[in-house]
């Protein structure tokens, strides 16, 4: 009989500061967000193979098994413009609950500002992602320039999850 011993069995209590529902909020639309924009990405990604095969007169793998160039544009369009609103939400709650939390004596609560690593590049890609959004409506931008736009975005937003994430940032490593 293998016998398994626990060292926690009961889960630690957050800090004071990350209990509130605009915490939750927060966290939750963010991921929420990133999703959108991870499958904005695919989505792009698979546009640009997809429009290189048709332009080399190569239809072959990705040509019979894909919907069309069209369709690939209208759902990144959608993933971009529901990933943006979500990360419009999640940076506006996020601000309203560093106000609140600013006086707290955790040292991680007051160096919550935008000269933060991860909170710099969260700004970045959301200027990044408004650029895209409002850039297919008043320019006219769509199909591949969309479909690169959403992939650089998605760089800036794993480059924040990633190496600024864990290596950069001073207030959050919770």
Do not use: C
Request: hydrophobic fraction near 55%; charged fraction near 10%.
């Amino acid at each position: 009989m293998i016998k398994m011993t626990v060292i926690n069995p009961m889960p630690e209590d957050r800090a004071a500061m990350l209990q509130g529902p605009l915490f939750g909020l927060h966290v939750s639309s963010l991921l929420f967000a990133y999703a959108s924009f991870a499958l904005a990405f695919v989505l792009g990604i698979t546009y640009v193979l997809l429009f290189k095969e048709i332009k080399a007169k190569h239809l072959g793998f990705f040509y019979a098994r894909l919907p069309s160039l069209q369709v690939l544009d209208v759902m990144n369009a959608r993933a971009i413009g529901i990933g943006w609103a979500l990360l419009t939400a999640g940076v506006l709650v996020g601000a309203i609950w560093a106000t609140q939390i600013h006086a707290s004596p955790d040292p991680r609560a007051r160096a919550m500002s935008v000269e933060d690593p991860k909170i710099l590049l969260a700004v970045l890609s959301w200027a990044m992602y408004t650029f895209a959004f409002v850039a297919r409506g008043a320019i006219g931008w769509s199909g591949r320039r969309a479909a690169w736009l959403s992939a650089i975005g998605f760089v800036i937003v794993l480059l924040n999850f990633l190496p600024v994430g864990y290596f950069l940032t001073r207030s959050h490593n919770f």
